[in-house]
């Protein structure tokens, strides 16, 4: 597949977007102080971050919060890119949405450290993971597209009723068993995609271990840079998997 990923309008346009979002968001932490989350949920007692809390705002950690901006970009640029021609269409969609809502759901944890929100935000987590491997093994059996995005959706439902941790490691397994066998049938795509989406999804891990271990208070900001683009990078690859 010759697909092509960057487009310089829907850029623009998707850059616009997530600038009135961050607006926004700007705009409620200057007219509304903390006293906006009472009586919202439970807040974390101890959350393991470097960002020095700002706890009479809105916005309780600014840097961490507004840097989930990427998240959303990510989901709104991908989103507005998809037409007809789109290669694996719902599953498409689907991958859009779920980075859509993890970018905002990202930006309200950091803004509120409200532990149910919180749940959300590691549900988001598993589901941006599970759009990505519904993406690579609709290239394998691409007649069940809509099963897989069924079972992405159900596995959020269920897991959120009796959620204990985050299954990111076996959730990237299964993604990383669908690349080889994809890779295995039908070819390696614009493989240098997928070096580089490793590069940086792995990559981000460690400013986020610099932001725990070392202090380092831009750590975060990083991670969500990095896991954001890393992700379309390896959608960028999927698309180029040609299973003709």
């Known amino acids: 597949n010759h697909y092509k990923l960057y487009d310089s309008e829907t850029y623009f346009k998707s850059v616009n977007i997530s600038n009135m979002l961050m607006i926004l968001f700007y705009i409620f932490d200057l007219f509304l102080d903390n006293s906006f989350w009472d009586n919202k949920g439970i807040r974390a007692i101890y959350v393991d971050e470097s960002e020095t809390p700002n706890n009479d705002r809105l916005i309780v950690r ?15 640029y991908s989103w507005l890119h998809i037409n007809e021609t789109t290669p694996y269409y719902y599953a498409s969609q689907l991958f859009s949405i779920s980075q859509i809502f993890m970018g905002i759901i990202s930006y309200l944890w950091w803004a509120s450290n409200l ?12 589901l941006i993971i599970n759009s990505i491997s519904t993406l690579v093994w609709t290239t394998i059996f691409p007649s069940y597209e809509l099963h897989f995005i069924f079972l992405s959706i159900l596995y959020f439902i269920i897991h959120g009723y009796n959620f204990k941790t985050a299954r990111l490691v076996e ?3 299964n993604f990383l068993v669908g690349c080889v066998i994809s890779t295995y049938y039908y070819g390696n795509g614009d493989q240098y995609y997928f070096l580089i989406g490793t590069l940086l999804t792995l990559g981000g891990l460690i400013p986020k271990i610099a932001d725990r271990v070392y202090r380092f208070q831009l750590g975060t900001f990083f991670f969500h840079f990095m896991e954001a683009y890393g992700f379309i990078v390896f959608y960028q690859w999927i698309q180029t998997i040609s299973t003709k």
């Open 115 to 126: 532990n149910n929100i919180h749940l959300i935000d590691n549900l988001c987590m598993e």
């Open 171 to 173: 959730l990237s397994l």
């Open 62 to 76: 600014p840097i961490n919060s507004h840097s989930s901006i990427f998240l959303f970009h990510v989901g709104i």
